[in-house]
Every structure is written in C-alpha cells, then in structure tokens.
C-alpha cells in the first residue's frame, strides 16, 4: 500500500498517516494478510489444486478487492469448469512471488499456459 486510503498522503513504513493522522494498523493488516493469501493460492495452482485456490482467492478477495486477484479468480473458475490441468510447472518452478513488480508478467504466463491447454 503506497498511499493512505484516506487522505492519499503517501506512506512510510508507519501505521499511521503522516498527513492526517489515520491510524491505518487495521488496514495493513487486512492488505498483508491478502497478499498472503493470494500467494497461497498461487501456489496451490502450480500444484493443480484449483479448487483451493478458489477458496483462497475469493478469501483475498473479500478482504481486499484487486483486478490481479479477480482474473486470477476468473482463470482458476475457468479451470475447475473445463477440468483443465493448465500446465503450470514454469509458473512453479520461477519461484515467483506476488508482488506488485511481477503480477503482471506472472499473470501473462497463466494465462498463455492456459490458451495452450485450453
């Protein structure tokens, strides 16, 4: 989280805002907790498990709306629809992670890996 969701002062690794003063513990929290849990489901993919990763990404998502964690959801709905075993081995062994500088080219492997099994 870079800025404060209430006055959008950027943020410091303090838990409250610097600008207005919101103490923004609670909020921090709720954003780390689903990051992990969209990590958990990332991981739950690479190992074929896609109705887990369902589960935790509609967790991540009740917790914290994002469009990476909503396509994600919509990929792996599409996988438990069509029981499609995407290939995701280059996914997991890439050892990548969910932060904000790699969703974009991770989400671009899901997605080719699922058109080509598709």
Do not use: W
Request: include cysteine; charge should be neutral; hydrophobic fraction near 35%.
């Amino acid at each position: 989280m870079d800025r404060c969701p209430i006055c959008r002062g950027r943020l410091d690794t303090e838990a409250q805002c610097q600008r207005c003063g919101a103490d923004l513990s609670l909020v921090i929290q709720t954003h780390n907790k689903a990051e992990d849990l969209s990590s958990q489901a990332i991981k739950q993919m690479a190992d074929g498990k896609f109705i887990q990763a369902q589960h935790l990404l509609e967790q991540a998502l009740a917790l914290e709306h994002s469009p990476f964690r909503q396509q994600l959801l919509e990929f792996v709905l599409q996988c438990n629809i069509n029981n499609t075993p995407a290939h995701l081995s280059e996914i997991y062994h890439s050892q990548t992670t969910v932060d904000s500088t790699k969703k974009v080219s991770l989400l671009k492997r899901i997605s080719s890996s699922f058109r080509t099994h598709s």
